[in-house]
């Protein structure tokens, strides 16, 4: 009978709002914090139908929004068939960069690729995205 007791109050105490708030958390949730650091103009471009054999240069841009230096570190295209440029030098608090991906359109119909940015400030990378249709 005693062990009940002591069971039972354990389980009380397990699910009382006391504990619940042990670990108090910040207003900013980590996906906040992160979206934050970079604004993207647009994180998803559709370039429509473009012509075959003449490469389609798609470009992202973004701000800044922290309150310091921002560096790109790492560009990373989703196939051989795209290369990227990027902003190389720091991107100072409000100034605007770009991350470029040019396509090579050597194959006809629908296609959907992407590009992977590392930043100073973002460890996980962030996916872009692009598609059209090659004619």
Same mark, same amino acid.
Request: charged share 20%; aromatic share 8%.
């Given at each position: 009978?005693?062990?009940?007791?002591?069971?039972?109050?354990?389980?009380?105490?397990?699910?009382?709002?006391?504990?619940?708030?042990?670990?108090?958390?910040?207003?900013?949730?980590?996906?906040?914090?992160?979206?934050?650091?970079?604004?993207?103009?647009?994180?998803?471009?559709?370039?429509?139908?473009?012509?075959?054999?003449?490469?389609?240069?798609?470009?992202?841009?973004?701000?800044?929004?922290?309150?310091?230096?921002?560096?790109?570190?790492?560009?990373?295209?989703?196939?051989?068939?795209? @290369?990227?440029?990027? !902003? &190389? %030098? =720091?991107?100072?608090?409000?100034? #605007? /960069?770009? $991350?470029?991906?040019?396509?090579?359109?050597?194959?006809?119909?629908?296609?959907?690729?992407?590009?992977?940015? @590392?930043?100073?400030? !973002? &460890? %996980? =990378?962030?996916?872009?995205?692009? #598609? /059209?249709? $090659?004619?």
């Amino acid at each position: 009978m005693k062990k009940l007791k002591i069971t039972a109050v354990l389980a009380v105490m397990a699910f009382s709002p006391f504990y619940a708030n042990v670990f108090p958390a910040e207003g900013n949730s980590i996906v906040k914090t992160i979206a934050d650091v970079i604004k993207w103009k647009s994180e998803s471009i559709d370039v429509g139908n473009i012509p075959q054999g003449k490469p389609k240069v798609i470009r992202f841009e973004f701000t800044n929004t922290t309150s310091k230096p921002i560096v790109i570190e790492n560009v990373a295209p989703s196939c051989g068939c795209t @290369t990227a440029d990027y !902003t &190389k %030098t =720091p991107i100072l608090p409000g100034k #605007k /960069g770009f $991350v470029e991906a040019s396509y090579n359109a050597a194959a006809k119909g629908a296609f959907m690729k992407t590009v992977n940015v @590392t930043t100073s400030e !973002t &460890k %996980t =990378p962030k996916t872009l995205s692009f #598609k /059209g249709v $090659v004619i």
